[in-house]
């Protein structure tokens, strides 16, 4: 059994513990055991896979540079998740809004059945309108409905009181209502 | 029972609330016709998002990130990263599109392009610009996060909520 099998049943806490002692082994379970939902968290706020993987890279540089002086007074992931968070904060302050028309792509789908068509249509529609969204209003939707978080952990991911929470997601919810109920009439 | 908040709705169609919360807050719903309505809605909204799919699976960061641990302390290596970001970003739009044109928003990431980094650090801006477009004194922050560790959770001064 490999050093790193081995390392798969021990807890977050406890490899950062190991990370802190210079165990390169141990962020390299990290990466494995949480890089995927640190590139889809990374991928649906910025809607850049490229960009999703540098972001994804440097998070986990960070914990590496952070483990001498981690406290796990929360959870690995709610602290992972607020990594991402400010790394992705600080790229929305950097450009411009997302937006983009949804491309035609009617020929290129033409041979396939029609439900893989409507279920990709309708994937890009939320795409879009998550897209559209203001960065904080979609940071927030992200993590709660997409990673699961409760309105308590997303305010602990993102550093926002819950009660800013709460606004961000009313407001952001009822946005994508009316966005998807639009896209649907075109 | 009077009427529920938007964001108890919220946290309802979030399956957060405490037993005997959702209990009480169902109890309403089944005799208020508004409040249903916004429950309804939401759910729908809930759902539909579902549509869309990410899956990371084909991506592995392991190799990348453990090179970057073991190579010897770079001064620059911030500073790298934030001109890589700087030059990705210009194609956050172009990547939503062609990702909706191909399909990718029901599928898999794909792996980052090899050759993207060359091109990307054939335009980065001069460290100066660095310094002064991406705030430098975050990168002696002791937190990761840029925040104090240890999981503060209180808002940070001056965190906006807006919009
Ligand atoms: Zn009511």
């Known amino acids: 059994m490999s050093l790193n099998n081995t390392l798969e049943t021990v807890s977050d806490t406890q490899l950062m513990v190991r990370l802190a002692t210079d165990d390169q082994t141990a962020l390299g379970t990290l990466v494995q055991r949480h890089q995927r939902r640190v590139l889809e968290v990374a991928y649906r706020m910025t809607g850049d896979h490229a960009l999703a993987q540098d972001i994804g890279q440097e998070a986990f540089l960070r914990v590496w540079r952070s483990a001498k002086r981690y406290k796990p007074t929360a959870q690995f992931t709610t602290w992972l998740y607020r990594i991402i968070v400010n790394l992705c904060l600080d790229e929305f302050k950097r450009r411009k809004p997302i937006t983009g028309d949804v491309p035609d792509g009617a020929d290129a789908c033409s041979y396939q059945a029609e439900t893989v068509v409507e279920a990709r249509e309708r994937a890009t529609a939320v795409q879009l309108a998550i897209a559209a969204l203001p960065d904080r209003q979609r940071v927030a939707v992200v993590l709660h409905r997409f990673s699961g978080l409760t309105v308590r952990t997303t305010a602990d991911a993102t550093g926002w009181s819950e009660s800013a929470v709460e606004s961000l997601l009313v407001r952001a919810y009822a946005a994508l209502r009316q966005s998807l109920s639009e896209q649907e009439k075109k | ?163």
């Open chain 2, 1 to 163: 029972m009077s009427c529920q908040r938007e964001s108890v709705i919220v946290r309802l169609v979030g399956g957060e609330l405490a037993e005997a919360e959702e209990r009480e807050v169902r109890l309403h719903l089944a005799a208020c016709t508004t409040c249903a309505e916004a429950f309804e809605g939401l759910r729908g909204t809930w759902d539909e998002l579902g549509a869309w799919n990410v899956d990371p699976t084909e991506i592995d960061l392991t190799d990348r990130v453990l090179a970057r641990v073991t190579e010897p302390e770079d001064p620059t290596r911030h500073q790298q990263f934030f001109s890589t970001y700087r030059g990705a970003s210009l194609r956050v739009a172009a990547s939503i599109a062609l990702a909706a044109g191909l399909g990718i928003a029901t599928g898999a990431m794909v792996p980052r392009d090899p050759g993207l980094k060359a091109a990307q650090f054939a335009s980065a801006p001069s460290p100066v610009e660095l310094v002064e477009a991406l705030g430098l004194a975050e990168l002696s922050t002791p937190s990761a996060t840029g925040l104090p560790l240890g999981f503060e959770t209180e808002a940070p001064e001056g965190a906006e909520v807006g919009p």
